[in-house]
């Protein structure tokens, strides 16, 4: 099944805790902290498989998380790094972050890309050791990794796309003049993905040629197959609209070339714009009065390059190849989209999402909660007063101190952390 649409959530790993411990050796008295640090978690980064053709496989996993780093141990050990996690997509998948919209990366180019960074890992107790603090029993623990829900969405990667009604001799084409092998039958939707084709010039000289599904009308608002393989022609440098010239299924060729133009232009406006050569098919069953009538429409009206073709025959289809290869040499490379910045207040949000807690107010007693702050806690001696004043900084950094006076807490009044319990004290 070709699919070419995909939601996913990335999460990259937790950096991991730092690590509270004191030197211990035979005949070295108080040998002081020697807590090393958590090791980074692990960046999700997306790669380019040049043997993967659509996003299948992202329909049966939706949830992608990366290693977390290792805590610290003694002896300043550091804690290992976590893996990354590699996601493999095919060339030309624009990644968008999925509340925004924006373009994160094109995966055009073969480069990789961290959609999502490692947290850094926690601090051991071996860093905040001074002169007057000799001992401390406090580290930092590990930032979480980034985390985001991600839209994958594959633009294929093709220099000319056909375009035109289904049954007009699309596949036909692209069969004589390329090595691609579509199904051709005489019905409607024949081809129910799209197909690419490689035309080679000459040494050292090819275009890609896609074959998109039949549009219809109403194919920029989702009727038929248009609306879901539109968006594989807006990278296309150049169109080559195909006409049934003869309108054997009782269309005005006209007034097909006008309803599938207006179907791009409604899709994106942008496609309206890119440079078009006009294939009329099926010649040899017009008469001389049809050809003549959209020959001049094509031409003298819309000023637009136009041949004539027998596609079962490949009659006609050197030319059009010739100028097309031709009119490609002058034109720009492929479209590849700009990463774009993420606006600053989703990733303030994110970041409160994160660091979420709650306060809540029962009978005096102000209650806190947010899963974060158990980590703080078991890192936490409630007997030592350098743990307990890095505490209260991590409460105040937090907003929690905020929240509070936001509550109307009071001087004297019970603060209830998971079972610690302390007096508020201003």
């Not at 000799?134 to 590990?142: D, E, S, Y």
């Not at 003869?246 to 994106?268: Q, Y």
């Not at 207040?345 to 807690?357: C, D, H, I, P, S």
Request: with cysteine.
């Amino acid at each position: 099944m070709f699919v070419d649409k995909a939601v996913i959530k990335i999460k990259a790993g937790d950096g991991g805790d730092g690590a509270v411990t004191f030197h211990r050796e035979k005949y070295i008295a108080s040998g002081g902290p020697d807590g090393g640090d958590g090791g980074r978690g692990g960046n999700i980064v997306f790669e380019v498989d040049s043997n993967l053709s659509t996003l299948a496989d992202f329909r049966y996993k939706r949830k992608y998380k990366a290693e977390n780093g290792q805590p610290g141990r003694g002896s300043r050990c550091f804690g290992k790094k976590g893996e990354d996690l590699i996601i493999r997509v095919p060339k030309g998948t624009v990644i968008r972050e999925a509340e925004t919209g924006r373009v994160m990366a094109d995966m055009s180019t073969g480069e990789r890309f961290i959609a999502a960074k490692g947290g850094r890992g926690g601090w051991g107790n071996a860093h905040f050791a001074t002169a007057t603090r000799q001992a401390p029993r406090f580290a930092k623990n590990g930032v979480p990794g980034e985390e985001w829900e991600v839209e994958l969405e594959l633009k294929l990667l093709a220099d000319v796309g056909l375009l035109g009604f289904p049954n007009v001799g699309k596949s036909t084409l692209i069969s004589v003049v390329s090595d691609a092998k579509p199904i051709i039958a005489d019905y409607h939707f024949t081809t129910l993905t799209p197909v690419l084709g490689v035309i080679r010039m000459g040494p050292e000289s090819s275009f890609v040629m896609a074959d998109i599904p039949g549009l219809i009308e109403g194919a920029g608002d989702g009727v038929g197959l248009g609306h879901a393989f539109l968006r594989h022609v807006e990278r296309c440098r150049l169109l080559i609209h195909i006409v049934d010239a003869a309108g054997s299924e009782g269309r005005d060729p006209i007034e097909d070339f006008e309803t599938i133009n207006r179907e791009l232009a409604k899709f994106n406006p942008d496609l309206a714009d890119c440079p078009q050569i006009v294939a009329a098919n099926k010649v040899d069953l017009a008469t001389e009065e049809q050809l003549a009538r959209f020959r001049h429409f094509i031409e003298d009206e819309k000023q637009l390059p136009y041949f004539e073709i027998i596609a079962p025959i490949a009659e006609g289809t050197k030319a059009l190849i010739d100028y097309t290869a031709a009119t490609l040499a002058k034109l720009p490379p492929v479209k590849i989209y700009e990463r774009e910045e993420i606006p600053a207040e989703t990733l303030a949000q994110g970041r409160a999402k994160r660091n979420a807690f709650t306060v809540t107010a029962e009978n005096g007693v102000y209650y806190i909660q947010g899963d974060w702050l158990v980590n703080i806690l078991n890192k936490t001696d409630p007997d030592d007063y350098e743990s307990l004043q890095y505490f209260q900084r991590v409460l105040r950094k937090s907003g929690i101190i905020d929240a509070l006076v936001e509550k109307g807490i009071q001087d004297g009044d019970v603060v209830d952390i998971y079972g610690l319990e302390f007096e508020y004290v201003p």
